[in-house]
């Protein structure tokens, strides 16, 4: 794919920058301080969007895969827009607010469905979203419990 990029011949083509303020934009748009589910969703419909019809009509003007930062651009565009769509899917899942996560629509904690870590992988070309138990290192799980149960004051 990323050699591909080089000598790509399509109707209408777009120039890496473009794609990456786009990529950019919905990423400000959902993952901001606030976030809520209609943002989010309008985020990841308009990365998919990208996906599909920006992605494969980038091009770069220069054909040398020595310093080539055009280039360079264009394949992180493509792990950038992977990045903000699993961070906005992820987002989107959880139906709280925690830390620096905050829904608008979810205004409170909820550690009782969300004390958790969420995961995704890539599984036949689809992100496949999983919770899994958090792993604490440095407390004991009845240390972590006082933690929560005090409102985080050790």
Known sequence: RIHEILNRKVN??????VVRHAI??????ALGPIRDKASLESSIKELVRIRKEDLPKMIVSAKTKI????WKEAIE???MIDMVEAMCRAALMRTETRGPHYRADFEKRDNENWLCNITVKLVNGKMQLEKKPIVCLDYTPEQVKIFIDNKFSL
């Open 12 to 17: 209408k083509p777009i120039r890496p920058h």
């Open 24 to 29: 950019q934009k919905a990423s400000f748009n």
């Open 67 to 70: 310093f080539n930062t055009e």
């Open 77 to 79: 565009n493509y792990n």
